[in-house]
């Protein structure tokens, strides 16, 4: 019932919006169609963030933005990948100033009425994991964004983790930096489930998003980038235990399952 009302509440004030700043989806396209692309893209910007904080807000999030000087700021070739656990991780993505990014997605998004307009505007690669041979394209559709300096983003455990717990990373995400010698931030998303999935409380919930220390792919040996994923995902997972523990969220997975 606690969950009911949390998303009653949190869609009464987040679907008018969402509808309202819809309108500026032609402004935008009318704008890069114009040759106005900076303008158009500053813009787009503004809404989206504006957008991702205003849903976390009212979906009961508090959000704690930790290691805010390896956030990257203006183009490069960057892939932020972090651990998976919410829907609402791309949202809470979308929130600290400054970072510019485009995901790797589900094709399912596509469905999505709004939400599927600002994913083509960020210019979102889609990936279809009942078909290895799209996925291979998505992957080498984003190695090309990235070394032309368009930030990308990628969940390696490749699904949301359904008990909240950090799973194993797959190689096949890091080649999408790798493939270009692109620069890996690595992120740690923690709380988002409690705001959505698991959000069986009507009280605010902090959520915590944390930006690591940078990793450059460019000159790494064959076996470096064996043990890259592994590095990563250790990383995440130390970052994620060091974190304040969240009521109601699996905190450390390894004295959970002792």
């Not at 893209?41 to 999030?61: E, K, N, P, Y």
């Not at 080649?175 to 698991?198: L, N, Q, W, Y």
């Not at 009507?202 to 792919?217: A, D, G």
Request: glycine share 8%.
């Amino acid at each position: 019932m606690l969950k009911f009302l949390r998303m009653l509440v949190g869609a009464i004030f987040v679907v008018p919006v969402l509808v309202v700043t819809y309108i500026f989806y032609p402004v935008i396209l009318l704008l890069r169609k114009a040759g106005a692309r900076t303008f158009a893209d500053s813009l787009m910007w503004t809404v989206l963030r504006f957008l991702a904080r205003w849903i976390m807000f009212f979906f009961g999030a508090n959000m704690h933005i930790v290691g805010k000087e390896n956030i990257p700021q203006g183009s490069g070739k960057y892939c932020v990948i972090g651990n998976h656990t919410s829907m609402f991780d791309i949202v809470a993505l979308l929130c600290p100033a400054g970072l510019r990014l485009s995901f790797v997605g589900k094709i399912e998004i596509k469905k999505l009425p709004i939400i599927r307009g600002w994913f083509r505007l960020i210019d979102a690669v889609y990936i279809d994991r009942k078909n290895p041979r799209q996925s291979l394209k998505a992957i080498i559709d984003g190695s090309r964004m990235i070394e032309a300096g368009h930030a990308m983003s990628i969940f390696p455990e490749g699904t949301r983790s359904t008990d909240g717990r950090i799973h194993e990373f797959k190689a096949g995400s890091f080649k999408m930096a790798s493939r270009v010698g692109g620069i890996i931030v690595p992120v740690v998303c923690k709380g988002t489930r409690t705001v959505f999935e698991d959000g069986h409380s009507l009280l605010r919930r902090p959520v915590y998003l944390e930006f690591l220390p940078h990793i450059s792919t460019e000159g790494m040996s064959e076996e470096e980038l064996r043990e890259l994923p592994v590095k990563v995902q250790n990383m995440i997972q130390d970052a994620y235990d060091r974190l304040p523990p969240i009521k109601g969220l699996i905190v450390n997975p390894h004295e959970a399952e002792a």
